[in-house]
């Protein structure tokens, strides 16, 4: 057995030798990682440590929510910076193929991928032997209709309000997410040798005639493509800044809201909206946040109080909490 | 298994020697023939297959090399390998592929690469193609980097045995070489205990007609010596090294093969064939045992040598680190993996359920979406199709792939923890802790059952003299500040200074020689024993070195001669002894043996003065009544006698009386009669004894303590408060055992004993219950308050355990280790065939067992019922002892409790006779040192004692498991709570699959973002400390009742992980629906990131939350967890990576956009607020309204454990019984015969001195193995099984009335059990060859000439035992068990015995009066009703014939 047991003992480093075999002893560090004793701190959840707990959550959500919900509801006066907003119910923006349906590269002024695009984009990616520019399902499906806004004024005429193009997209996508294809020339030069996505009215490089605004980087066009979570959403349309800090944005009047209709969404029953709205700090109205808050908070404050009675009834027993796993 | 190598031998030895005398064993078949399955197909393979086409030639290189064998084609390749072996997989170049190869035989890997090779089609890729890859690949990558460090170890270990040294013989001379440079043909030469390193034929040895012990454990587990023969022609004619190097031999044989016990050759020699078989032959890895010098030659080497198709042998694969067993299938994943097909399944419904929702929605589509329809080619049931699988790809997520990696880590993690515990460090033998196996931490948590070894075990296998009682004086050791320094013993020179009982008082005494009852005391312990002398010790020649058959009898008559009475040395009729510096010379008269049924021995010697005296000492219950009328210390003695019971110390009376010349001559007239009576001589010798043994004088009592380690009673105590029954499966008699379980504190005073006859009423009762399916469950209804406790012994168990043995196979097949990594998949459904399921998925199969249980049920035979009656009874005893069983039988009471109850086992010993055990238990522990290393190598966990038994489960065991569960229902929270919101997302996009989260997320998420909680939560969380643990182990019983995870727990983790899916989803989704300006997530990517990130938070407040130990480790975790995520998610999101590939990183600056917006981290709050606030406080209210644990442990348990002081409650069916009896003797009958006859006092010639003088090889291992292999496990193993032959026969006629008589419990008990193994045939002196191999080599010797009448059974009639190993009633094997154990003797005629007596209830014949009170056993007619006891008719026939063994074989497998 000696050798058997000795050659084993080399390699496995297992079984023991016999006392004096080997001068080393083979006695585990007495560390306290090694032996599972590193200082701890071991939170236990009492009714004293929990309690507590509840009731500030409740404190601090409730003042939360019912800020949140006052602000909210205050985003009434059309005062400062009025965001104006399109929304469409029931558009599958979200659709699986649909999100796929485009071609990052090309967006992002990538000249090969320009006149080569992706095969994501199928089947929006040629026409008549032409790369369409930009490709894809989402670009050829972008909202055009058009929204102008008048204030109908005491002399009833009707004074077209300006409504800002740029500064509606995340200034990301706008520099970094979505270039032009490089080059001095023109757009058009640019974009030479493709065309137009099949359901637009305009090649790409005439979504605009400013050419900060034009082609790929149109804000308007780059919100589109910032395709939306759920199918019934709302997009930044238009800015309406405000002129002076003495009057309202808007003020109060009349208006007239002139569209010009071309997106089809009868088919599929889809629904057009047009939403003015300011913003505060915390984004625009929503007053479902500030409902939220005021509900968790009060949950939680119900929740104490729940625990409190029945801590209160079987007070005995909370000392062995350490043992509940 | 245990049988077949030694029947083998038997029955080789038999051919070979016909002339060969002794005493025979019959040996039936062993019980539960594990290997007797094999064995047929050995023999049905072996007379197919005999063509000789392996020819080795002797010394002839040239000749040998010359046979090619044909590859391949034209390839030819030399057929002879060399003797290297190679258990490593892999070679530097076949690793990558190799190792890919396997690894992908993971169902759980195929189905990764599946999807994302499906992820490749882009009808149907929902998820980037790195989502699931980066995962698939990380673990990829540490599993094969786990396999190549494995493998390295194991190309370590193939090295060091492969340079393994062994001599050559070169030309004239033999010379040290590898083992690898061996070659066929080769003739070597090896020395005691060394490893036979290939399949030799062996030439000649040094022991008489060429004779060879091996022992095979290594290659089939069995621990007994078997022996191997050279051939008459090369052992007469090779006896120098000359004429070794001229012999050339050849061998003609079969190629090599799997047969172990099958060899066909013969032997070409100077024109002469010789037949060889497999009793020539060495095979590799044996053992050269007991026997100086061997030569062989070698006739396979390599890995085609004839072991090398078997599982491979421990040594061979020694590199590896743990021990394959199929439980604890290599990956130690095993129980993640239970859950997986389940959330597979899930998987597979949702799937199919989103996609026939989207197959709905899909006209819509088509018809009305303008902008969509285009998209949309194929028709409804097509794009459905592509659907489904693009719904599994985008779900796959949520089958926990990195569970599986992580849980490796966990597992491994805890084992380390367990081998860095220094608590369990066992500072004498320097002997750390070491889990060997690092699958089956969580189970050590959920141990139900302990099965124990005693010996080494439980005891140290130390017996000290404690106390005696002379005369009614109890002289105790001296306290120790009253201990002298320095030994006392100095004035005597032959004491030993061993001995550790001073009592400077009783030293007084004797020295003063005055006191005569002390002087026979001492004089009696000198005299009355078996005990041989032993050749001189090497360091103090003039000391004599004992050799006893029991540690007992060692004890005293050591504990004799440190007090001057020196017992110097026996011949046939007299005993030396040294009485204080005297010289006397008894002359022996009679010696008239121990055996269980007398339970004393007695020698009659005529002193010096010609005085005749009897020297008694024995049991005191029966002592006691055999003592004169008039007796005056008898009380105090009694009294004494109690006291030493109540420490649980063995106790032995002695007494003598002289005998008067005219008596002696009477009473030897009728001894002479009786001793040559040729029938019921043994009963006639014994009534002359008991004749003989009447009115003695009591001289006192002896009180030997059999020390248990350090702490056991106390590590008892606190198993069985964790609910953890305990068993001792002992190879001891049972008063032994019995005795220690009154020590260990397994068993008390007020624990009612079941013994045998009680459970066999129990059983019947409720079989009749059983086979009425209408009254379930027919025990008799024991009251809840009685403590239950069970004793049975070997042969009680072979009558039960009918039906196990019947399907050994499946028993065994989770020892027979196959390497095959188990799917974890394919593993859920052998798992639950195969019974081996994890404890933490047992509550998944469920639903399986009750059906199971129920149709087996209506099916299941009275074997079948009765075991699980016997298991059910056993289940409800609070400790179950098992004595007199053998290896075999601890296996298989551990299986049979594995095939009846699904719970953790849990084996511990310590010797080689353990190894079957510990592999049978789900979980083996090995105790390093005591018996050699077999017991480690074979376990999961080596300890060095048996105490740290106590801190492996209720400390490691316990926290592992529960690290385990809380990490498994962790990680399903997890896991849903981020994959379901995919679902929900379906909902609002037209179920088209579009994934909600960021491939990066998704990918990173499982790897980076949540992995470093969880390995904390896996490794280290406690929740309560290691001492608490210790203290409470009530707390071990959660891990019992599976409580921490079941169906329950892990519907709870869904539900949970749903529900905060829920919140984090539809939340955002509301608060998105109006939102508006800049910090608007309502688009898509914002929307993601907001619930992306809801999600982490809430996952990581979880594991905040349920995290009961807070280390600065575990904030790190937090910490790098959540910083990973912000560093990844901005690397992932940087224009960097952005302009590289647009497509796979288009999360263009997302996280940033949305991070800026404070009403966004509103929305994260309010979503993890509201996650975690109901849960928290569901908690709070579980824990409140939770019964508190109860706290009554420390004032429950004080009067049991204080339970000597107390007064004993009387025991419940003995009655009359005050006193126990703490009566413990470890011997066996048989050496007075020895003695008298003097077989064991002749020493042997040696044979072949000229081998012996060529250089014998004196090896250290000797020494420092000789302990270890020292002969109690051995006697263990044998005695065990010769008693089951013997036990069926009942010797109620025989024995003694007187004995009979006795009404004390104890006496009864072991009446009742003596009538099965009260034989009075002689056994072998098992024990004997404790002394080395001498013992052995000289019987052999001795019992050479042989009658042929009392030659063994042809070999035909072998052939037709294999397959029946039920040791039923044997009425052949009877008689000729008597004429083979009296050699001198006629054989008797057949049926002699009456053996219908036999075949009864066991033995309760004696207790006839309450036979007939019992309406249960009188009302069964015997036989036919008794299935199990009753012999069935192809059994019986089977049965009849025998299987002997040379007297030889049968002692070395002692």
């Known amino acids: 057995m000696a050798m058997n047991y000795n050659s084993k003992d080399e390699v496995d480093g297992g079984p023991p030798c016999p006392p004096g075999g080997t001068a080393k002893t083979r006695r585990p560090d007495n560390t306290a990682f090694k032996q599972q004793r590193l200082p701890a701190w071991q939170p236990i959840l009492t009714a004293g440590t929990v309690l507590p707990t509840f009731f500030i959550i409740g404190l601090i959500f409730i003042p939360i929510g019912i800020g949140i919900f006052v602000t909210s509801n205050n985003i009434r006066e059309i005062e400062g910076n009025v965001f104006m907003y399109y929304g469409l119910s029931n558009f599958y923006q979200n659709h699986r193929r649909y999100v796929k349906s485009r071609d990052d590269s090309q967006l992002n002024g990538d000249s090969s991928a320009l006149l080569n695009p992706s095969k994501e984009c199928e089947p929006y990616r040629r026409n008549e032997d032409k790369p369409i520019a930009p490709c894809g399902a989402i670009a050829n499906s972008m909202f055009n209709d058009t929204l102008e806004l008048f204030l109908i004024g005491n002399d009833s005429y009707p004074t077209p309000i300006t409504l800002k193009k740029k500064g509606i997209a995340w200034w990301t996508d706008k520099n970094i997410k979505f270039r032009n294809p490089s080059g001095a020339e023109s757009l058009e030069e640019r974009f030479k040798g493709t065309t137009k996505p099949v359901n637009w009215l305009n090649p790409v490089y005439m979504l605009d005639s400013d050419p900060d605004n034009n082609g790929f980087v149109n804000e308007d066009f780059i919100v589109w493509m910032r395709t939306a979570a759920l199918p019934t959403f709302r997009k930044l349309y238009r800015l309406i800044e405000r002129k002076s800090d003495l009057h309202p944005t808007l003020p109060a009047g009349r208006y007239y809201l002139n569209i010009t209709y071309n997106y089809p969404v009868h088919s599929f029953d889809g629904r057009k909206r047009m939403i003015l709205s300011t913003i505060s700090w915390m984004g625009g109205k929503n007053p479902f946040l500030g409902i939220a808050y005021i509900a968790i908070g009060s949950i939680s404050f119900l929740l104490g109080v729940v625990l409190l009675v029945i801590n209160h009834k079987y007070r005995n027993s909370s000392n062995t909490a350490d043992i509940t796993i | ?1454």
């Open chain 2, 1 to 1454: 298994m245990g049988d077949t190598g030694g029947r083998r031998g038997a029955q080789r030895g038999r051919k070979a020697q016909p002339g060969r005398a002794g005493k025979y064993e019959l040996r039936p078949k062993g019980p539960a023939g594990m290997g007797s399955l094999s064995h047929g197909e050995d023999f049905q393979d072996g007379n197919e297959n005999t063509a000789f086409t392996w020819d080795v030639k002797a010394n002839n290189q040239a000749y040998n090399w010359q046979f090619k064998e044909k590859v391949f084609l034209c390839w030819h390749r030399q057929k002879y390998k060399t003797n290297v072996i190679r258990t490593a997989k892999y070679n530097f170049f076949s690793f990558l592929p190799w190792n890919l190869y396997e690894q992908f035989h993971h169902v759980s890997n195929v189905y990764f690469l599946l999807i994302i090779i499906l992820q490749g089609i882009p009808e149907i890729s929902t998820l980037p193609w790195f989502t699931l890859f980066a995962p698939l690949v990380c673990l990829i990558v540490i599993r094969a980097t786990r396999d190549l460090v494995d493998d390295i170890g194991r190309h370590r270990s193939d090295r060091a045995i492969n340079s393994r040294p062994c001599q050559v013989l070169v030309g004239k001379s033999f010379v040290w070489q590898e083992w690898k440079n061996l070659c066929v043909g080769d003739v070597i030469r090896l020395s005691k205990d060394s490893i036979v390193p290939a399949d030799l034929l062996l030439l000649a040895s040094t022991e008489p007609s060429s004779l060879c012990y091996v022992e095979t454990a290594d290659i089939d587990g069995e621990t007994n010596l078997k022996f191997r023969q050279a051939l008459m022609v090369t052992h007469q004619e090779l006896t120098s090294t000359r004429k070794m190097a001229s012999f050339q031999g050849r061998v003609t044989c079969e190629e090599p093969n799997s047969r172990m016990h099958q060899f066909v050759g013969c032997l070409e020699w100077n024109g002469k064939m010789y037949p060889l078989d497999i009793g020539n032959l060495l095979l590799r890895g044996c053992k050269i045992r007991n026997t100086d010098t061997c030569y062989g030659m070698v006739i396979y080497a390599g890995c085609p040598s004839v072991t090398c198709g078997l599982p491979i042998p421990s040594w061979c694969r020694a590199g590896s680190p743990a021990p394959a067993r199929v439980p604890a299938a290599p990956s130690p994943a095993h129980p993640p993996p239970h859950a997986a097909p389940q959330i597979f399944l899930l998987l597979v419904v949702m799937s199919t359920a989103l996609a026939m929702s989207f197959g709905l929605w899909m006209r819509e589509f088509k018809d009305r979406h303008h902008y969509l329809w285009i998209l949309y080619q194929g028709g409804v049931a097509l794009e459905s199709f592509f659907i489904f699988w693009a719904f599994l790809i985008l779900l796959s997520a949520m089958v926990p792939l990195a569970m599986f990696i992580m849980a490796e880590f966990i597992y491994l993690g805890n084992s380390i923890f367990i081998n860095w515990d220094q608590e369990m460090y066992y500072a004498p033998l320097d002997v750390p802790a070491k889990a060997r196996s690092t699958s089956l931490n969580d189970q050590l948590g959920q141990v139900e059952y302990i099965f124990s070894d005693k010996t080494g075990t439980l005891t140290q296998n130390i017996l000290t003299f404690k106390k005696c009682c002379i005369d009614g004086h109890v002289y105790g050791p001296d306290s120790e500040s009253r201990t002298p320094k320095g030994n006392p013993y100095l004035w005597n020179q032959f004491a030993d200074g061993k001995l550790r009982f001073h009592n400077e008082k009783l030293l007084r005494i004797v020295r003063a020689k005055r006191d005569k009852v002390v002087r026979e005391f001492w004089r009696a312990l000198a005299i009355c024993h078996t005990v041989m002398v032993q050749e001189k010790d090497s360091e103090r020649p003039d000391l004599p070195v004992y050799q006893a058959a029991s540690p007992d009898e060692e004890a005293l008559v050591t504990a004799a001669r440190n007090f001057g009475y020196v017992f110097l040395s026996r011949t046939q009729d007299t005993i030396t002894l040294m009485e204080l510096g005297e010289e006397r010379v008894y002359q022996v008269l009679a010696m008239m043996d121990f055996n269980s049924t007398r339970k004393r021995m007695s020698v009659l010697v005529r002193n010096p003065e010609g005085t005749i005296c009897l020297y008694t000492k024995g049991a005191d219950t029966v002592i006691l009544e055999r003592l004169h009328r008039k007796h005056s210390a008898k009380l105090s003695t009694e009294e004494a006698l109690a006291a030493f019971a109540k420490e649980t110390l063995r106790t032995l009376c002695l007494a003598y009386k002289e005998v008067d010349e005219a008596t002696y001559k009477r009473w030897h007239q009728r001894h002479q009669e009786a001793s040559v009576l040729l029938q019921n001589r043994a009963q006639a010798l014994q009534e002359v004894y008991n004749k003989m043994e009447q009115n003695l004088k009591l001289l006192g009592a002896t009180a030997i303590e059999d020390r248990l380690q350090d702490g056991v009673p106390d590590t008892i105590k606190y198993l069985k408060k964790a609910s953890i029954k305990i068993w001792v499966l002992t190879g001891d008699k049972q008063e032994t055992a019995v005795n220690i379980g009154f020590a260990c504190q397994l068993l008390s005073d007020n624990i009612h004993i079941l013994e045998e006859k009680e459970i066999v009423h129990i059983l019947e009762a409720c079989s009749k219950c059983s086979s009425n399916p209408l009254t379930k469950k027919g025990f008799p209804k024991f009251p809840p308050h009685i403590k239950l406790a069970m004793v049975i012994d070997g042969d009680f168990l072979d009558k039960l355990l009918l039906s196990l043995r019947k399907e050994p196979r499946a028993l065994i097949q989770n020892v027979e280790a196959d390497d095959s990594r188990q799917e974890p998949w394919e593993a859920v459904r052998d798992f639950l065939r195969a019974r081996g399921l994890s404890m933490l998925w047992q509550n998944f199969g469920v639903q399986q067992t009750p059906t199971k249980s129920k149709d087996s049920k209506t099916r299941e035979s009275p074997e079948v019922q009765r075991e699980r009656a016997f298991v059910d009874l056993a289940s409800r005893c609070q400790a179950v002892i098992c004595c007199r069983v053998t290896p075999k039988q601890k296996a298989l009471i551990v299986a049979l409790v594995k095939k009846y109850h699904q719970v953790v086992t849990l084996a511990i010993g310590d010797g080689a006779n353990d190894v079957n055990m510990i592999k049978t238990a789900d979980i083996g522990v090995g105790l390093a040192g005591q018996e050699g290393m077999q017991a480690v190598q074979n376990s999961d966990f080596a300890l060095g004692q048996f105490c740290f038994l106590q801190r492996l489960l209720l400390v490691h065991g316990r926290w592992s498991y529960m690290r385990v569960c809380k990490f498994l229902r962790y990680f399903i929270y997890k896991t849903l709570a981020i994959t379901m919101t995919q679902i929900w997302f379906a909902f609002y996009n037209g179920f088209s699959a579009q994934p909600l989260y960021e491939g990066w997320f998704l990918a990173l998420f499982n790897l980076l973002y949540t992995t470093l909680p969880c390995l904390y939560v896996g490794l280290f969380e406690q929740d309560v400390s290691a001492q608490q643990s210790l203290q409470m182990p009530k707390l071990y019983v959660a891990g019992l009742k599976g409580e921490l995870f079941n169906y329950w727990v892990f519907l709870q983790a869904i539900a949970h992980g749903t529900a905060t899916s829920l919140v984090n989803f539809f939340m955002t989704l509301w608060i998105s629906w109006d939102t508006a300006g800049p910090c608007s997530f309502s688009d898509y990517q914002s929307f993601v990131v907001v619930v992306a990130l809801s999600g982490l938070l809430c996952i990581t407040m979880e594991v905040i939350l349920i995290v009961k130990y807070w280390t600065v480790l575990f904030v790190v975790a937090i910490v790098l967890s959540l910083s990973f995520y912000g560093v990844m998610t901005y690397v992932t999101q940087s224009y960097g990576l952005y302009q590289i590939s647009p497509k796979t990183f288009s999360f263009l600056y997302a996280d940033h956009n949305m991070l800026s917006c404070p009403s966004t981290m509103l929305v994260i709050l309010s979503n993890v607020t509201l996650n975690t606030l109901p849960v928290l406080a569901l908690r709070m209210i579980c824990q409140t309204l939770k019964k508190p644990y109860p706290k009554e442990e420390a004032e429950e348990e004080a009067p049991t454990e204080e339970i000597f002081t107390v007064e004993p409650i009387p025991h419940l069916h003995r009655g009359s019984c005050g006193r126990r009896s703490s009566y413990a003797f470890s011997h066996y009958e048989g050496y007075a015969d020895l003695i008298t006859q003097g077989t064991i006092l002749q020493r042997p010639q040696e044979v072949s001195s000229e081998l012996e003088s060529d250089s014998p090889v004196t090896s250290e291992e000797e020494l420092l193995l000789r302990p270890n292999s020292s002969c109690w496990h051995f006697r263990k193993l044998s005695l065990g099984r010769l008693r089951h032959h013997q036990g069926e026969v009942s010797f109620e006629e025989m024995k003694p009335s007187s004995a009979m008589s006795s009404s004390s419990s104890v006496d009864r008990q072991s009446a009742v059990n003596s009538d099965n193994q009260g034989s009075p045939t002689k056994k072998l002196p098992a024990a004997m060859n404790r002394a080395s191999g001498s013992f052995q080599k000289l019987q052999m010797v001795k019992k050479r000439p042989l009658s042929p009448k009392q030659r063994p059974p042809l070999p035909e009639n072998l052939l037709s035992t294999k397959e029946g190993s039920v040791p039923l009633p044997k009425e052949r094997a009877l008689p000729k068990k008597h004429q083979l154990s009296l050699p001198e003797s006629q054989p008797q005629p057949s049926a002699t015995k009456p053996l219908p007596l036999g075949q009864t209830l066991w033995g309760s014949q004696t207790e006839s009066s309450e036979e007939k009170l019992s309406p249960v056993s009188t009302s069964v007619p015997l036989g036919e009703s008794q299935p199990y006891i009753s012999p069935k008719e192809p059994h019986a026939s089977k049965e009849g014939t025998v299987v002997e063994t040379l007297p030889g074989t049968e002692e070395s497998s002692l």
